[in-house]
């Protein structure tokens, strides 16, 4: 358990590192990053938080179940789990698509009628960088919990060994605190210029 | 190692306090609030956060180990914010 958490610091390091360089280019450029903030899909953004918070809670169920020796519910579980992060991952490609189509991947290829281009620009470096990261995690996710699937399936797991399960619920949950913040730091700060 | 298994009830309450902050925080984004929309955002998602490390995670009835391994973790993450931004956020423009 506490190997799993030493990992999951590791990846605090990692992910603040971005954090940080976002907030310091943010700051160099507080009306670009709003205003490309704004060109964000909000209802596909605010569907994927929902989306992920509901695929952390079946996790979190199925590590539950599997320390009370269910493994039937755990199977269930794990697959809905799966599934809730594949819908997830297809909404975020949906959204990448968006960007593509709309000339916002940095590039040869960007265009934008806004203001300060290049802070523009900048933004959509970080979105791409951070929620490209966050992606791969979600699909090495998906790789661990079926992995896990299948071993319930073999009946490798009891009441007194679930280690894994309970392990890969730590780091399903730390993919969601992730996007909990991207989505607070790429899809919110533009969503008053609406009005 | 047996973990204790938290009640199904506190999971679905997690649950649903997790998305009416969600809706809440977009909801919230929508105001003009100057630098506090920031703020806002972020202590929400700070919450949020909390919830799920707590919660679904389990930290709340982890080891001591765990907690000052996830400690240090924050708090190596806040030195290297605070640190930076007593530049940036003190430079003269």
Redesign the interface.
């Known amino acids: 358990?506490?190997g799993m958490?030493?990992f999951?610091?590791t990846e605090?390091?990692m992910f603040?590192?971005l954090?940080?360089a976002y907030?310091?280019y943010r700051?160099g450029h507080p009306l670009a990053f709003a205003a490309a903030s704004r060109d964000m899909n909000?209802v596909l953004g605010?569907i994927n938080?929902?989306i992920l918070?509901?695929s952390?809670?079946t996790?979190?169920?199925a590590a539950?179940a599997a320390?009370?020796g269910g493994l039937r519910p755990a199977k269930w579980l794990l697959a809905a789990t799966i599934l809730i992060g594949a819908v997830f991952l297809a909404i975020k490609f949906v959204e990448y698509y968006l960007h593509y189509r709309d000339h916002q991947v940095p590039g040869f290829w960007f265009e934008t009628n806004l203001p300060d281009p290049g802070g523009v620009q900048m933004f959509y470096v970080f979105y791409f960088i951070m929620t490209g990261l966050h992606a791969i995690h979600m699909i090495v996710g998906i790789g661990l919990l079926a992995a896990l699937l299948i071993m319930t399936e073999c009946g490798r797991f009891s009441r007194v060994y679930h280690?894994p399960v309970?392990v890969t619920?730590?780091y399903w949950?730390?993919v969601?605190?992730v996007w909990?913040?991207l989505?607070?730091?790429f899809y919110?700060?533009g969503?008053?210029l609406?009005? | 190692?047996a973990?204790p298994?938290?009640a199904?009830k506190i999971?679905?309450r997690?649950?649903a306090a997790?998305?009416g902050l969600?809706?809440a925080?977009?909801l919230l984004?929508?105001?003009?609030?100057g630098r506090f929309?920031?703020i806002v955002?972020?202590v929400?998602?700070v919450i949020?956060?909390s919830l799920?490390?707590g919660?679904?995670?389990q930290a709340l009835y982890?080891?001591a180990?765990?907690r000052v391994?996830?400690g240090?973790?924050?708090l190596?993450?806040l030195i290297?914010?605070t640190l930076?931004?007593t530049d940036?956020?003190t430079r003269s423009r």
């Open positions: 358990m506490a958490w030493i999951l610091v605090i390091m603040g590192a954090f940080m907030a310091v700051l909000i605010s938080t929902a918070i509901t952390s809670l996790m979190a169920l539950a320390q009370e280690s309970v619920g730590l949950g730390f969601d605190i909990i913040f989505f607070a730091i919110l700060p969503l008053h609406h009005g | 190692m973990e298994v938290v199904r999971y679905l997690a649950y997790l998305l969600t809706l925080t977009t984004a929508f105001l003009d609030m929309n920031t955002a972020l929400i998602a949020q956060a799920i490390a919660v679904f995670m982890e080891s180990l765990v391994i996830l240090g973790g924050v190596w993450f290297l914010i930076t931004m940036y956020l």
